[in-house]
């Protein structure tokens, strides 16, 4: 591959992927200055790219196809070398990446957890009886009815901006979206509270921006070391083991969030009923550098304590 005299950065064109893809591009500048090695930072061009996953909007990704539907096209363009990276939303990452395609890692990480949003209630305790929590996780709906069996939980798909406008509109009564999200866009001051991950357990890769590039390319390796978060590449690396050996067997919901507590990594699993109305916790703790194997022993624990309707046939 010809090296390129600029770095192009690859993206979806949502307004949260264009903050990621803005953020990575600043902080590249910022720790490079104004050139890098064999390359010039200040107009590192942003390539925006339509995915499939954008494109569908009418039904939840779990039965279009998956995540893979947000990156196909990020990877044929880094595949054809019409762009040297792509910035990914680390939740929306498939946990297989197509042959010729590398993980370099991840920013530092943002708040990780879940947010509740509504004009009318204060708290996921204080909505009523039957009223309707929109979202199109899967995760986010299996938990909100393992918490509140009585609620109604419905699809609301699209952008963060879009789920808000509908939640405005009165379509939902309350709906869920990721803080880290909201940070980025400025959208703090919708959030009523914030829902601990004592309570509710993220997706695996939320808050946690994935950069990836060709496998073999060196130079765009090199120039992103600087900016790549080491706890978060540490704990993105447990939680993408935990969801690798569930999501090909498990087809149930999955949540799953690992930190550095003191110098140990705690990883915390979390499998259920899309109805809510069985879950399995699983956790383990040890040292940093064991992350992929205390996630592969998390994963491979709740699929053994799985009834046989969690697996997939
Ligand atoms: N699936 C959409 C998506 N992908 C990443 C984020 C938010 C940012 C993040 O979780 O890192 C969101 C929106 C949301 O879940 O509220």
């Known amino acids: 591959m010809a090296s ?51 494109a569908i909007q009418d039904r939840p990704l779990s039965e279009a196809g998956g995540k893979g539907l947000f990156t196909k096209e990020l990877d044929i363009a880094l595949l054809e070398g019409s762009i040297d990276l792509a910035v ?16 370099a890692g991840f920013l530092p990480r943002e708040d990780v957890r879940d ?25 986010r709906q299996a938990q909100v009815r ?36 909201l940070r980025r866009l400025g959208l703090t001051g919708h959030v009523t509270t914030v829902l601990e991950t004592d309570d509710f357990l993220p997706a695996v890769g939320q808050g946690a921006i994935a950069v990836a590039i060709r496998a073999e390319d060196e130079r765009v390796r090199q120039a992103l070391a600087p900016i790549l978060d080491g706890p978060t590449g540490q704990a993105l690396a447990a939680e993408r083991a935990f969801l690798t050996i569930l999501d ?34 699983a956790v383990r703790r040890g040292a940093p550098e064991d992350a992929a194997a205390l996630g592969r022993e998390a994963g491979a624990e709740l699929r053994a304590r799985m009834p046989a309707d969690f697996l997939k046939a």
């Open 115 to 139: 947010a509740f949003i509504s004009h009318r209630f204060r708290s996921l305790d204080d909505l009523p009886r039957g009223a309707v929590v929109g979202s199109a996780s899967l995760r």
């Open 4 to 54: 390129s005299p600029t770095l192009v950065i690859g993206t979806r064109g949502s307004p949260l992927a264009l903050a990621q893809a803005h953020e990575t591009q600043d902080r590249l500048v910022a720790a490079h200055g104004s050139t890098g090695a064999g390359w010039t930072v200040e107009h590192l061009p942003l390539s925006i790219i339509k995915t499939t996953g954008d």
């Open 88 to 103: 990914h939303s680390a939740k929306d990452l498939p946990t297989a990446l197509p042959e010729g395609i590398a993980i």
């Open 146 to 181: 393992r918490l509140r069996p009585d609620l109604q939980v419905t699809l609301l798909r699209g952008n963060v901006q879009t789920r808000l406008a509908k939640l405005e509109r009165g379509e939902v009564d309350a709906t869920l979206l990721a803080m880290a999200g």
């Open 248 to 281: 090909g067997s498990c087809r149930t919901p999955i949540a799953g969030h690992a930190r550095l507590i003191g110098p140990e990594l705690e990883i915390r699993g979390l499998v259920l009923r899309p109805d809510g109305s069985e879950s399995l916790e």
